[in-house]
C-alpha cells in the first residue's frame, strides 16, 4: 500500500474514532481512520453493545415466556439453537458494519486496516491486516484506541474455559456452570444471558454490592430477583485462585458467604477494562500516557500535544460509546476550527440486566459524598399501570433535585425499559428543569415514562396517583 | 510550497516582553534546520532560537534590543519547498525531513499549523493541558442554559455566566445570547475570568454585626488613614519575603548600658536603636542595592549615595514613619538625642511633612514590647525593612559549654523583584556580625 497522508487521522475505528471521523470529513477535512479490526464499529458495534443487546433480546424473550405460563399462557421449553442464534446475532452486527462502511465511503474517508503505533509526532505506522506496513503522515490526528478486558494474573487465561466478554458473545457453548467473576455492568448483562439459556450462574463482587457505586435502593430490585434465579452471588468476595483440572476449572474464594472452593465449568472474567494508551507508540508523537494507560485531555479533547487529541475510553471513565461519540465530535469540530468543547453536564449509565437499572447526572452516593443538598421524588412502579401489565412490578423511579435552584441533577431508574427512560431525564438536566417543568409536561398514559413526571410530582407534592403523607 | 515562511518565536516557557540580545543571521543567509537564528535573554537565562527548517533568509524582522513574546516574527525563511517542521513540543521529535519528494513530508505544510492555531481562539500556551483553553469559556457552569444556547454562546465568543436571561425562570435563551453580543454591554470572550484573576480585588461583603452583639462605630484617626493605603499599596505591589537572623548583642548591650547610665544625666537615653541605624548603615554601604529602588517603568534601579532611615513610631494615634537624616554623619549620642526629640514630637503628632520623606530604609523596633518575630511591611518604594523584637537570654553552644547570651531576632523584609534570597540573607548575616562586636561599628 501506498504511504498516505491526511489532515485528519483517526486511530481506532469505534463509535468514537468512527463519529469523529465522519464528522471531520463533514467539515471538510481529508480523513484517514485507521482500525485493526476487519469491521468498522470497535468493541460496541462487534464485540460489545450491540451483540451483547441482540442476546439480551433472546433471553428476554425466554424470561418472559416463562413467566406468562404463570399468566394463563404456556409455551414449551424453548430448543436452542446456538448456530442459528450466533447467526443472527452476526447479521444484526453485520449489517451495522456494513453501514458504517457505507457512511465512510459516502465521505471519502479512507479507511485502513491494521495495527496503528505513532513513530512521530506527524506519523503513524500501520501494521497492515492483508501483510506489510504503510506510514501515514498527518497534520492532525485523533486518539481513539479505546480499551481492553482486563485479565487477572492468576488465572490460567490460555484455558479455553476462561472468557471475558468477547468470548461470552461468541455463544460457542452453554456451560452448565458458569462463574462470572465481577457483578458490574458486563458481568451482570453476560450473567443475564446465560442464565436464560441454561447455565447455572454463580457471580462473585469484590466490594459490597452489584455494579458498585450505584445507588442501593436502585440495585436492590435487580439484586433480589437474580439472587433467587442464579445459583449464587457473592459479595464482598475475592477470587484468590484458580485450579484447571479435567473436571472444571476449581475455584477458590475469600468471601463472608462463599465456599472455600468451587467448581466451574466455564468463568467470565468482567473485572473492568484498561485503556490502550500503551499500546500505540504514543510516546513516539510526544503524547503523555499516564501509569494506567490514560491520555489526560482538556475540555477540548486535546492531548499535551497542540495537534493530537483523544477521545473515548482511552481518555477517561466512564468508558461508554456514547460519551466517546460525543468526544468524538468535539474533537474533529476543533479541529475544523469550531469552538466547541465538551460540557456534557449528565452522561447516562445503563445495565441491561433485567430489570434494566439506569442512572444520570449526580447519584444520591455523589451528592451525599459531596455535600450537596437535594430533594428526592421517588415513584414505585408497583403504582403503575404499565408496569403491572408488563407482569412487573418491583422497579422504580427516583429524581434528585437541587435544593437551593430547584433544577433537577440526576435521576436513578430501575426497571424494564429503564435505559430508553433516562433519556428524558438527561434532557431535563441539560435544560436545567425543575419539578414542576417536567411534572406539568403531559406524560402518555399508560406508559413507563410516566414514572418520571410521576417521581417529580412525588417531590412536588401534586401526585395523586400515590398518597404520600403531608412532609 | 515555495515561499517564505515566517519564523515566529516558539513556546519556550512562561515568558513575554523578553529582549532579543542577539542576531546571528542577515537577510541572504542559508541556514539549516536548527541553527540558532536569534538569542533571547528572559530573567532565568539566554536562550537560542533555532531554525526550524533549511532555507535562506529572505528578512529580518527583528532587531538586537527588542522585546518579544511568543508568537513575534522574528524573520521570513525561503523554505523554497523544503518542508517547515512546526517548532518542538517535544524532545522526542524527529528531526524535520528534508525530502521534499517525501509524501508524508507534505502533509506538515505550514498551513497545518494556522489551521491548528485558529481552532483555538484563547493564546494556546503549550504542554499544560489545563492551560490551553484557559480564558475561553467552557462549561458555563451554573448558567441556566441549555446545550444548544451554550454551543451557540461559544460560537459567538460570549460568557455566558455574565450574562442574565430572559426566558422561563431566568433561562438564558437564544435571544439573550445574541442581545448579547450585539449590546453595548456584551463583555469579550473571557473577559469575566479575566476581571476575577487580575485587575478588581474582590471586596470583603459588608456584614451587620449587631445581628450578633453590640457594637460602636469609631473613625479612624488621621494617621490611620492616611497609612492604611500605603500599607496596602506596598503589600499588593512590593513581592514580599521575609528573613530571619539572630544577632548576640551581649557585648553591645554592655556598652549600651554603660553609655545610658551617663546620658540619663543629661537628659537623654541611649537605646539599641541607635546601635541598629549605625549598623544599618555600614550594610546599607556594603550591599548598595538595598539602598535603592526601582524605577516606574520598573527596568532600572536607582541607587542613592545618601543614608536616611526611616524608624517606626507607635503613637497614640497610629503608626508613623518619621526620618532620620544623613546617618552615616551621625553618632551614637547624636542619633540617639535626635531620636529621643522626633519620638517625643511623633507622639505629640508635631511632626511635619519634611520629617516624614525621604528614607532609604526602614527600621521597625518592637524590642520595647516583646515577640520572637514578625513580617515587616516593606514601606515602597524603599527595598527592605528591618524588624527586631526583644532580645532574649539564650544558651549557646560556643564549642565546649553553653553560654549566656543576649541574642536579638531580626526579620529582614525585601522586594524580590529587587533583592533576592542570598544577599538577603548576607546582608543580614552582615548587619548581625556587626552588632555582634560593637568595635566593628566604627571600622
Known sequence: MENQTAEVLVLGGGPGGYTAAFRAADLGQRVVLVDREPALGGVCLNVGCIPSKALLHAAKVIAETKEMSENGITFGTPAIDLDKLRAWKEGVVRRLTGGLAGLAKQRKVTTIRGYGRFTSPHQLQVELAEGGTTTVGFEQAIIAAGSEALTLPFIPAADPRVIDSTGALELSEIPGRLLVIGGGIIGLEMATVYHELGAKITVVELLDQLIPGTDKDLISPLAKRITRAYENIYVKTKVTGVQAGPEGLTVSFDGPQAPATDTFDRILVAVGRSPNGKLIGAEQAGVAVDDRGFIAVSKQMRTNVEHIFAIGDIVGQPMLAHKAMHEGKVAAEVIAGKNSFFDARAIPSVAYTDPEVAWAGVTENEARAAGVTYGKGVFPWAASGRSLTLGRSEGLTKVLFDADSGRIIGCGITGPNAGDLIAEAVLAIEMGADAADIALSIHPHPTLSETVALAAEAFEGTITDLYLPRK | ?443
Not at chain 2, 492555531?117 to 499544560?128: L, R
Not at chain 2, 453595548?184 to 452583639?213: H, M, N, R, T
Not at chain 2, 549600651?256 to 546620658?263: I, K, S, V, Y
Not at chain 2, 521597625?364 to 514601606?379: H, R, Y
Request: aromatic share 4%; proline share 8%.
Open chain 2, 1 to 443: 510550497m515555495a515561499a517564505a515562511t515566517e519564523v515566529s518565536v516558539p513556546d519556550l516557557g512562561d515568558f513575554a516582553e523578553v529582549p532579543v540580545i542577539e542576531i546571528h543571521v542577515a537577510a541572504g543567509d542559508v541556514v539549516s534546520a536548527e541553527d540558532p537564528l536569534v538569542t533571547l535573554e528572559s530573567d532565568k537565562a539566554s536562550m537560542d532560537i533555532p531554525s526550524p527548517a533549511a532555507g535562506t533568509v529572505r528578512e529580518l524582522r527583528v532587531k538586537v534590543g527588542d522585546l518579544v513574546s511568543r508568537g513575534s516574527a522574528i524573520l521570513l525563511l525561503d523554505t523554497g519547498g523544503a518542508d517547515v517542521e512546526p517548532p518542538p513540543l517535544t524532545d522526542q521529535q524527529e528531526p524535520p525531513s528534508q525530502d521534499a519528494a517525501d509524501p508524508v513530508a507534505a502533509a506538515r505544510e505550514p498551513a497545518a499549523r494556522s489551521a491548528s492555531a485558529a481552532a483555538v481562539p484563547a493564546p494556546a500556551d503549550g504542554p499544560p493541558v489545563t492551560a490551553v483553553e484557559a480564558g475561553s469559556p467552557d462549561g458555563f457552569e451554573g448558567a441556566h442554559a441549555g446545550p444548544g444556547v451554550r454551543r451557540l454562546a461559544r460560537e459567538l465568543g460570549l460568557d455566558l455566566s455574565a450574562l442574565s436571561g430572559t426566558g422561563p425562570k431566568g433561562r438564558i435563551t437564544k435571544e439573550d445570547v445574541i442581545a448579547g453580543v450585539r449590546g453595548p454591554a456584551a463583555p469579550p470572550a473571557g473577559a469575566g475570568a479575566g476581571v476575577a484573576a487580575g485587575g478588581g480585588i474582590p471586596e470583603v461583603p459588608a456584614q451587620d454585626f449587631s445581628k450578633f452583639g453590640p457594637v460602636e462605630v469609631r473613625p479612624l484617626t488621621r494617621i490611620q488613614r492616611l497609612s492604611g493605603p500605603a500599607l496596602h499599596r506596598s503589600w499588593l505591589n512590593v513581592p514580599h519575603v521575609t528573613h530571619d537572623d539572630e544577632a548576640d548583642i551581649t557585648g553591645l548591650d554592655a556598652y549600651r548600658t554603660e553609655l545610658d547610665a551617663a546620658a540619663k544625666t543629661e537628659g537623654y537615653r541611649v537605646t539599641l536603636l541607635a546601635f541598629l541605624m549605625k549598623a544599618s548603615v555600614s550594610a546599607l554601604r556594603e550591599f548598595p542595592k538595598f539602598n535603592s529602588s526601582l524605577t516606574p517603568e520598573k527596568d532600572a534601579l536607582i541607587y542613592k549615595s545618601y543614608y536616611h532611615l526611616g524608624i517606626a513610631v507607635d503613637t497614640p494615634e497610629g503608626l508613623v514613619v518619621p526620618v532620620i537624616r544623613d546617618v552615616d554623619r551621625k553618632g551614637i549620642t547624636e542619633l540617639s538625642r535626635e531620636l529621643g526629640a522626633v519620638s517625643a514630637r511623633a507622639r505629640e503628632g508635631k511632626l511635619d511633612l519634611a520629617d516624614l520623606q525621604g528614607a532609604c530604609f526602614t527600621i521597625s523596633s518592637l524590642g520595647g514590647i516583646g515577640g520572637t518575630g514578625f513580617t515587616p511591611i516593606v514601606n515602597a518604594p524603599e527595598v527592605a525593612i528591618l524588624g527586631v523584637v526583644r532580645s532574649k537570654m539564650t544558651p549557646v553552644w560556643d564549642g565546649s559549654a553553653f553560654v549566656p547570651r543576649l541574642m536579638l531576632p531580626v526579620s529582614l523584609s525585601y522586594d524580590h523583584r529587587v533583592i533576592d534570597g542570598a544577599l538577603a540573607a548576607r546582608f543580614a548575616r552582615y548587619l548581625c556580625h556587626l552588632l555582634g562586636d560593637v568595635r566593628r561599628l566604627v571600622l
